[in-house]
């Protein structure tokens, strides 16, 4: 059975920081996402990851995949208070796409 | 924004009804999914489509029912509510041509069982 780990949970820091989020999974899969939600909304993707050593960049948010290791990591690059929200990653196993507990990141002014 | 639409969008029901959500796209997506969303535990799926009248079981399926007799709609069923079903309902759609696409959510359902 599929099982993904997020940590930490819960994140509070202070703008202009760095920190990285981590997503271990369990098994052999080679295609990762991360999506955000806001508080009350639903939950929009951000990043689509499809083999090893895929990386990916939008703004502050940079997103990793390493297969062999079951991990992928999303650094967090000079923090602003827009970023706060709940980031999931996500694990695709046949048919189906399995969610972290997801982290909730909150940036301090 | 992916045609998807969640009705009702708030439902407050009693113990031992029976609850039916109703999920529909636009998109003529061939993957539809019902997870539910609960604090600390993420987005826990609950039933998938893979096309009409084929479906099966998520990770958290007991207590739960569901049907795709047309490619747009996508029903959850629960067949007689607890309150451990209180929650908020997401459907999401994905079209997986090639692998690795993305999934598509709609805006949620929260489902008070009292």
């Known amino acids: 059975e599929l099982k993904v780990e997020q940590n930490p949970l819960f994140l509070s820091m202070q703008e202009g920081k760095n920190y990285t989020i981590y997503c271990n999974y369990s098994?052999?899969?080679?295609?990762l996402y991360w999506y955000r939600q806001d508080p009350g909304k639903s939950l929009e993707s951000l990043f689509v990851?499809?083999?090893?050593?895929a990386v990916k960049q939008e703004g502050r948010l940079m997103a990793s995949l390493d297969t062999k290791a079951r991990l992928s990591t999303l650094h967090i690059t000079a923090a602003v208070h827009d970023l706060s929200a709940t980031y999931f990653c996500?694990?695709?196993?046949?048919?189906?796409?399995?969610f972290g507990a997801g982290t909730r990141l909150f940036v301090k002014a | 924004d992916a045609g998807i639409t969640q009705s009702p969008r708030h439902k407050v029901t009693e113990t031992g009804t029976p609850v039916t959500l109703r999920c529909h796209q636009t998109e003529n997506h061939r993957y539809m999914y019902w997870y539910r969303q609960d604090p600390g535990h993420g987005l826990r799926l609950i039933h998938y489509?893979?096309?009409?009248?084929?479906?099966d079981k998520g990770e958290v399926s007991d207590g739960y029912s569901v049907s795709r007799s047309k490619t747009e709609d996508f029903l959850l069923t629960l067949e007689s509510a607890t309150s451990s079903q209180t929650s908020v309902y997401f459907c999401?759609?994905?079209?997986?041509?090639?692998?690795?696409?993305?999934?598509?959510f709609g805006s949620g359902t929260q489902l008070s069982v009292l």
């Open positions: 098994t052999t899969s080679d295609r």
């Open positions: 996500a694990v695709e196993e046949g048919f189906k796409t399995i």
């Open positions: 999401a759609i994905s079209e997986r041509t090639g692998g690795g696409e993305k999934l598509f």
């Open positions: 990851l499809l083999s090893n050593g």
């Open positions: 489509s893979y096309g009409v009248k084929d479906t």
